[in-house]
């Protein structure tokens, strides 16, 4: 199986999970839709961690962590993970482990071009 094809099976499992997807903001959120992601997608959007990790405790005991794949994502998923188990939400962090290994984007921005990848292995 090559890369791409790997990737369009990661974004189909996404798609059938019922847990909400966590982002950094509304460009991740855009891209998300441009690819076939229909379910709950919760952008940061600059929100303190800890206040974003409460507000979502509320509503779901599960979350799916897709910040981008640079360092600064990185970091940024280690805290989620921190502040959301603080709060008793589980994270699945297993498709950003995936993607972050296949993609050739260091963000999830980058993903909307996995259409054009696609179109370009089919024809």
């Known amino acids: ?14 798609k059938e999970e ?6 950094e903001g509304k460009k991740d959120v855009d891209a998300l839709r441009y690819i076939g992601i229909k379910g709950d997608i919760k952008p940061l959007n600059g929100k303190p961690l800890y206040e ?3 507000e979502i405790s509320k509503e779901f005991s599960e979350v799916i962590i897709l910040t981008d794949f640079d360092k600064e994502g990185k970091n940024l998923k280690k805290m989620l993970i ?5 709060n008793g939400v589980k994270t699945n962090t297993e498709y950003w482990k995936k ?3 296949l993609s050739k984007s ?6 909307k071009n996995i259409k ?3 179109l370009t ?3």
């Not at 094809?5 to 996404?14: G, S």
């Not at 921190?82 to 603080?86: A, M």
């Open 106 to 111: 260091t963000t999830i921005e980058g993903l």
């Open 52 to 54: 974003f990790a409460e």
């Open 82 to 86: 921190f502040y959301f188990e603080k």
């Open 1 to 14: 199986m090559d890369k791409i094809e790997e990737i369009l099976n990661l974004l189909r499992r996404i």
């Open 18 to 23: 019922n847990v909400p997807l966590v982002v």
């Open 116 to 118: 054009k990848e696609v």
């Open 121 to 123: 292995w089919v024809l």
């Open 99 to 101: 993607l972050s290994t």
